[in-house]
């Protein structure tokens, strides 16, 4: 089994940039897609990042393109979202996810079969 823990989340002013880290553990996620997905109360589960194991191809969201990138030390088994550029807008839950499925849709949180319990990002105005 993996497991999946977040951290680095915290209150940031606008404009400002943080980085959350995600540590996997029970075993290497080298080999799979993993994504970073948030949830602020009342709104849908939100794709914005994925990267495919080698770290080839990246995924952004339409509203974190040119701000945030996504990447990911596999010697370390770590992946990360640096978010530059912050809004009020970002502030949510932020969950880390990895699937192993080879057919998938890597910006659909239901074909991610590992999750995180989630880190708060609040951005202040």
């Known amino acids: 089994q993996v497991q999946l823990v977040e951290s680095g989340g915290r209150l940031v002013q606008a404009g400002g940039s943080l980085r959350v880290s995600c540590a996997a553990s029970g075993r290497t996620v080298s080999p799979y897609v993993v994504g970073w997905f948030r949830q602020a109360p009342g709104k849908e589960r939100e794709s914005v990042a994925a990267i495919t194991g080698s770290g080839a191809n990246t995924y952004y969201g339409d509203s974190v393109k040119g701000r945030f990138t996504i990447s990911r030390d596999n010697a370390k088994n770590t992946m990360y979202l640096q978010m530059n550029s912050l809004k009020p807008e970002d502030t949510a839950a932020y969950y880390c996810?990895?699937?192993?499925?080879?057919?998938?849709?890597?910006?659909?949180?239901?074909?991610?079969?590992?999750w995180g319990p989630g880190t708060q990002v609040t951005v202040s105005s």
């Open positions: 996810a990895a699937t192993s499925r080879l057919n998938r849709n890597v910006a659909r949180s239901d074909d991610y079969n590992y």
